[in-house]
């Protein structure tokens, strides 16, 4: 549906039918393909109907040629997988099977197994067995497995297996989709912060991408000696003047720079935007002259320092982040792009992340301030209400302008309600809305001394939203955080004199986590006290169980989170590191150790 942005192709789905290879005078097998071909016809059925790649273009799923009943079939179906393409791998069963022999043994492949919950059958012993011979190989593997019997001739996947399937194949995707790719860092540490140090090992040995750096020099190279799109560059700017208004200037009347060092402004701002695109991706109309720089890094994702050499001196960058990492731009909708303001790394790693989850444009900000119920009825009177009451307050999410301006909710979903949609779910209406919602400010001169435009709107919305945050700690490694809960829709009075106490030009979001009573979720102040660090990745929908089920394949213990102990789905190996879940998930990480290392 998209441009394909990166080198290399879709991660695959390969689904292996497994089988009882008994043949003999009561043919056994034979009795068995035709249900157990269903099984695998059923799954690919699922995937294609649910699981799209970020460009929006339907997942790519292959069946093996036979049932697998013995290891020269499961050699034959591993040398279509490897000309295929295959990055994941499904085995299902009615049955039971030859573990050992008929079991996936590529050590790079993510496993999944689906036993059939039936009497007339055992495959569940198939399963329990095959996913022993995964764990004392060191191969994790996800076990998939009905709650209720099923009759022998039910082709209904039951909900309970879809749900664990599609989680399964979500984070597969995800993961796999990351391999090969790079991170683009533009400049390097920004004002001390940690997580914009990048850290190449964590990058290759726990994603399987490369980083690639370019100083921040290159952007102005390539403004002043014209490398980029002129004709992109005339309809971005002539976009940009009917689209994106300008609102307030905070700044004192006798600072405040003039309509031409405002237009020079916009002008530099929006070629920032096409040049950082053609860093990450490449673009073949630049040029003829400049072959090298229609290449690209091949980027999945980004960082741009910006403070405080580039922005003492020149315009800062947040509309090219802003506009960047929302779902549409100039050309109307399109894929999202990843690009971490001050390129927190980390932070980009959590964006990425979600993104690939989800398919949907991802928030940066601030986890900048918790106002608990007292606060706010001190300050304004008011009582919170619903999801913030119960928690007790709610989290300010806000940043300089970096926002994506899907982030507003000013789109609609079928049934009317504020919405983060997927690219291809875009239309005119959702795009104007978010536009009409979004002025853009003249930057604080005071932290931003070269000026540039910050968006400025607010979430008037309650949607389902989960936060992230990935952080590397000494002796541990990657650790991940992360917190569901909902964007809260304050009265307006209420929202601006809270607003106003910190930076009123920039994008607005007032979060409530969900919470659970117990340890950093009794309440939203012990949510603020628990994270990580000053920045949170933030996405709609309530997905906390399919990261959790990402990071077990990336070998990312989850440190904290408010997801329901039943929706936990790791590899079945994870159980033999004990029976707290979040020891065994430490454990095994640490035993299983980096994906790529």
């Given amino acids: ?10 991660p695959v789905i390969g689904i292996r039918p497994v089988i009882d290879a008994r043949q003999g005078l009561l043919d056994v097998r034979g009795g068995l393909e035709e249900q157990t071909m269903s099984m695998a016809n059923a799954a690919k059925r699922l995937f294609e109907e649910h699981i799209r790649y970020t460009d929006g273009e339907t997942v790519e799923v292959v069946v093996a040629d036979t049932t697998i009943g013995r290891v020269a079939e499961a050699a034959a179906c591993a040398q279509k997988f490897r000309t295929a393409g295959v990055d994941i791998t499904l085995s299902v069963t009615p049955c039971w099977c030859y573990g050992s022999e008929t079991m996936d043994m590529d050590p790079m492949t993510i496993k999944g197994v689906w036993g059939l919950n039936a009497t007339e059958r055992p495959g569940a012993v198939y399963l329990a067995s095959v996913l022993a011979a995964h764990a004392r190989k060191g191969l994790p593997a996800f076990g998939i497995y009905g709650r209720h019997v099923q009759e022998a001739d039910d082709e209904e996947i039951p909900a309970d297996v879809q749900e664990k399937l599609l989680r399964f194949a979500r984070a597969a995707v995800a993961a796999a989709s990351m391999r090969g790719k790079s991170y683009l860092q533009i400049g390097a540490a920004c004002m001390g912060i940690s997580g914009s140090g990048i850290d190449p090992d964590f990058f290759e040995e726990y994603l399987g991408m490369r980083v690639e750096s370019v100083d921040e020099v290159e952007v102005l190279r390539r403004i002043e000696r014209g490398i980029y799109d002129e004709k992109e560059y005339e309809k971005a700017r002539a976009w940009v003047k009917e689209r994106c208004p300008e609102g307030w200037d905070k700044n004192p009347l006798e600072v405040q720079h003039d309509r031409e060092a405002k237009d020079y402004n916009w002008e530099f701002t929006i070629k920032c935007a096409l040049i950082i695109k053609d860093l990450m991706n490449g673009n073949p109309r630049l040029p003829e002259e400049w072959g090298e720089e229609k290449l690209g890094h091949n980027a999945i994702a980004a960082g741009f320092q910006g403070q405080r050499q580039w ?27 990843i690009l971490a303001t001050e390129n927190d790394t980390l932070n980009g790693v959590g964006m990425l992340l979600l993104k690939l989850l989800t398919n949907r444009a991802q928030m940066f900000a601030d986890v900048r301030t918790c106002w608990s119920g007292e606060a706010v009825k001190r300050v304004t009177g008011y009582e919170l209400e619903g999801e913030a009451k119960e928690a007790g307050g709610f989290l300010h999410l806000i940043n300089s302008g970096a926002c994506c301006l899907d982030a507003s909710g000013a789109a609609r979903d079928a049934g009317g309600r504020g ?31 070269g000026g540039g435009y910050s968006s400025r709107f607010e979430t008037r919305a309650r949607m389902p939203m989960t936060m992230v945050r990935v952080n590397l700690v000494k002796g541990v490694g990657p650790v991940v955080q992360l917190a569901e809960g909902w964007s809260v829709e304050l009265p ?12 009123y030009t920039w994008p607005c979001t007032w979060f409530a986590p969900r919470v659970t009573g117990e340890g950093a979720f009794k309440s939203a102040y012990d949510v603020m006290n628990n994270w990580g660090a000053n920045h949170g990745a933030i996405s709609y929908g309530h997905v906390g169980a399919d990261m959790i089920t990402l990071c077990s394949m990336l070998r990312i213990p989850v440190c904290m989170h408010n997801v329901p102990e039943e929706s936990i789905f790791r590899p079945a190996s994870w159980n033999a590191f004990g029976m707290d879940k979040e020891a ?6 640490a035993a299983y150790g980096a994906l790529y290392k």
């Avoid at 997927?422 to 001394?449: H, N, Q, S, V």
């Fill in 1 to 10: 549906m998209a441009e394909k942005r990166v080198i290399g192709r879709h």
């Fill in 311 to 337: 922005t003492d001196h020149l315009p800062n960058t947040d509309f090219p982040e802003a506009i960047l990492n929302s779902s549409f731009d100039w050309n109307g909708a399109r894929e999202p792009y």
């Fill in 419 to 449: 919405s983060m949609k997927p690219f291809w779910e875009m239309t005119e209406t959702d795009i104007d809305a978010c536009l009409k919602a979004t002025t853009w400010c003249e930057a604080d001169l005071g932290y931003f001394r």
């Fill in 492 to 503: 307006e009075e209420v929202s601006d004199s809270l607003w106003k106490r910190t930076d």
């Fill in 584 to 589: 065994q998930d430490y454990r095994a990480c």
